[in-house]
């Protein structure tokens, strides 16, 4: 079993900025691959970032070149960046891992809520 923990999430401008953690425990955790994905009001969730163990990373075409994928694995900890930010960015971002890919989508944390104002 893998234990997720997001936190970073908050209110912010629109071209504005924030930084996502993730923290992960478990005894393999550190073995899989780590992903974000979010959901909007009214919404289903959507994929938006993966990265594999090794940093191989794969991203939705709408954060492509604005978000920012990385993991630190001596520290079991998924971060993602997010530059120039819209309001359309405003969900609940789901940190996520697993073994299938890009999705790694085999477990969830309970999630952080990102909102974007204009």
């Known amino acids: 079993q893998v234990q997720l923990v997001e936190s970073g999430g908050g209110l912010v401008q629109a071209g504005g900025s924030l930084r996502l953690s993730c923290a992960a425990s478990?005894?393999?955790?550190?073995?899989?691959?780590m992903g974000w994905h979010r959901q909007a009001p009214g919404r289903e969730r959507e994929f938006v970032a993966a990265?594999?163990?090794?940093?191989?990373?794969h991203y939705a075409d709408s954060v492509k070149d604005r978000f920012t994928i990385s993991r630190d694995n001596a520290k079991n900890t998924m971060y993602l960046q997010l530059n120039s930010l819209k309001p359309e960015d405003t969900a609940v971002y789901y940190c996520?891992?697993?073994?299938?890919?890009?999705?790694?989508?085999?477990?969830w944390g309970q999630g952080t809520q990102v909102t974007v104002t204009s």
């Open positions: 990265i594999s163990r090794s940093g191989s990373t």
């Open positions: 996520t891992a697993g073994s299938n890919w890009p999705a790694a989508s085999a477990y």
């Open positions: 478990g005894r393999t955790s550190s073995t899989y691959a």
